[in-house]
């Protein structure tokens, strides 16, 4: 399997896995290598039995489907044991952007962040002024921006169907594998992360698997509404800066909080993020 870098990352999100979380089933690297020239690095992992759940997805039953949420669901709230006082790989290096950086900021990797006026600072706030938010509208983005320190938790960061491996037959998981975005994340991002962007109707499928998914560890992760309505606002400003609808998100993010952890219905949520809301 040819990797750039990102296999270190991944090797080490495995042998962290391995030591401390043996329970979750993953792939093990039999050896590693790099290229004469440094350029490459290679891996060679066990096979994981059974096939990708973009494959065995649509011979699921809704019971098994939710089975499965269930139990990805319980190996997340394992990692999220693990907590670090900064955004990093369990290697203590810099995570590569897994969307936590919007586009046209210029850098591929996240930094070593501790607090969350660093994180504003440097991963939104540049991109905002870039895309001309006003300095108001700026200030009101980062006064309702979700809490991160305290927050940083083991996470995959990448959960999509074809990371998930099950059992042809039974619908049963029997591996999760592509450790290479795995790192120390907000928890908020944790949910967001599931739940942001919309896939094409190719991806309908991911889009099925992460929903329930996501619903599954709501109520588990602190500012999970909070952390996925204010991650689409900011998003949708950068994408429009004029946008009407960007705007009304700041401000109905605004009311909801009130000084307290915000606590928005599901039904809410949805009708927040439809296109057609205003």
């Not at 759940?53 to 039953?61: K, M, P, V």
């Not at 996240?110 to 108001?136: C, H, M, N, Q």
């Not at 700026?138 to 938790?153: E, K, S, T, W, Y």
């Not at 889009?207 to 709501?218: D, F, G, N, Q």
Request: net charge neutral; hydrophobic share 35%; with cysteine.
């Amino acid at each position: 399997m040819r990797q750039t870098d990102l296999q270190s990352y991944e090797t080490a999100s495995h042998n962290f896995i391995e030591k401390y979380c043996p329970s979750i089933p993953i792939p093990y690297i039999i050896e590693e290598w790099t290229d004469s020239d440094r350029e490459y690095h290679f891996t060679q992992m066990t096979t994981i039995y059974g096939v990708s759940l973009s494959r065995a997805w649509t011979n699921l039953s809704q019971t098994q489907k939710q089975q499965l949420a269930i139990d990805v669901a319980g190996h997340l709230r394992t990692l999220r044991k693990f907590k670090s006082d900064r955004m990093q790989s369990v290697s203590g290096k810099s995570l590569k952007n897994n969307w936590f950086i919007p586009r046209g900021h210029g850098t591929r990797t996240t930094r070593l962040w501790k607090t969350d006026d660093e994180i504003f600072d440097s991963a939104y706030r540049p991109v905002l002024e870039y895309k001309g938010i006003f300095a108001r509208r700026i200030q009101l983005i980062r006064d309702l921006m979700p809490p991160c320190v305290g927050q940083f938790a083991f996470y995959h960061g990448d959960l999509y169907h074809g990371n998930i491996m099950v059992s042809a037959r039974t619908g049963q998981l029997t591996g999760i594998i592509d450790w290479e975005f795995a790192g120390y994340y907000p928890l908020w991002f944790h949910y967001a992360r599931l739940r942001f962007h919309v896939p094409n109707k190719s991806q309908i499928v991911d889009t099925e698997w992460k929903s329930l998914l996501a619903e599954v560890i709501r109520d588990e992760i602190p500012y999970a509404t909070h952390g996925l309505v204010w991650w689409h606002a900011v998003w949708e400003l950068i994408d429009n800066p004029k946008s009407q609808k960007g705007r009304d998100w700041l401000d109905l993010l605004a009311d909801w909080i009130g000084g307290y952890e915000i606590v928005m219905p599901i039904e809410e949520y949805e009708r927040y993020r439809s296109k057609d809301w205003v």
